[in-house]
């Protein structure tokens, strides 16, 4: 029996978002690769996400209101929907786990942060020919006792039963923190990063993960790394059987 044909996009840009280069980091060499041809070889088919459990929580943590009625109704709504296709049933299961899981674990935010506001795409940053695409989940916000305003990106992680590996979130704070230093540097914003109030949040065990103190070690391996996969994304074969 031949085996199914499936229909990708490539990108001829080299670029991944700072979760997938998080990810990239910490990775075997046998799963970077894996990673670099899902990243130029993009599979269209579709995938089960989370964006209705993440739009729930992103709404409860900027409200301020941590009471748990609106992520109840949130899961008595995808329960009460489980019909359609199977693919719908499951994405609609999947977000209710989601958002269970939440209630049971409450993360928090970093304690210095004083305002949280829902996240939206960011400009990408250029690296060396490589695109670092940014779409934080959420904007934290403090103002320092000498009036100075500060800024940190947010991220939501998640996957059933598994803990959120450290260095997975470590390395995705310390792009996080040097996406937004480099703007600043740039003179693309004018509010400075802080690494204090950025952060990545684990839903599956409630930890929030501060960027690490190394963040400008890491972010300036980071860069590196980038250059690396810009020179060799041409030579990236695509996965057997891709169509186009």
Not at 91 to 114: H, I
Not at 157 to 165: D, H, M, N, T, W
């Amino acid at each position: 029996m031949p085996e199914t044909k499936k229909t990708h996009n490539l990108r001829l840009t080299p670029g991944m978002s700072i979760r997938m280069l998080a990810d990239y980091m910490t990775a075997s060499e046998q799963a970077k690769r894996t990673l670099l041809t899902r990243s130029k070889y993009a599979p269209i088919a579709p995938t089960i996400q989370h964006d209705a459990a993440r739009e729930s929580i992103i709404e409860h943590l900027s409200s301020g209101d941590r009471s748990a009625d609106l992520i109840e109704r949130r899961i008595a709504i995808l329960k009460s929907g489980l019909q359609g296709s199977p693919f719908e049933v499951d994405k609609a299961e999947n977000n209710a786990d989601y958002l269970e899981r939440y209630l049971e674990t409450t993360p928090s935010l970093p304690a210095k942060a004083q305002e949280v506001l829902p996240g939206d795409k960011m400009s990408a940053l250029d690296i060396e020919g490589f695109v670092l695409r940014c779409t934080p989940h959420f904007i934290l916000k403090r103002t320092t006792k000498t009036n100075v305003p500060k800024i940190g990106l947010g991220f939501l992680r998640y996957s059933k039963g598994k803990a959120l590996p450290l260095e997975a979130a470590c390395w995705q704070g310390a792009i996080a923190v040097g996406y937004l230093n480099t703007k600043v540097q740039q003179g693309l914003a004018d509010v400075d990063a802080d690494r204090e109030i950025t952060a990545v949040v684990d839903v599956w065990t409630g930890e929030c993960h501060i960027a690490p103190s190394n963040s400008v070690y890491r972010f300036n391996e980071v860069k590196a790394a980038c250059a690396g996969i810009a020179q060799r994304w041409a030579q990236i074969p695509p996965p057997a059987n891709a169509v186009f």
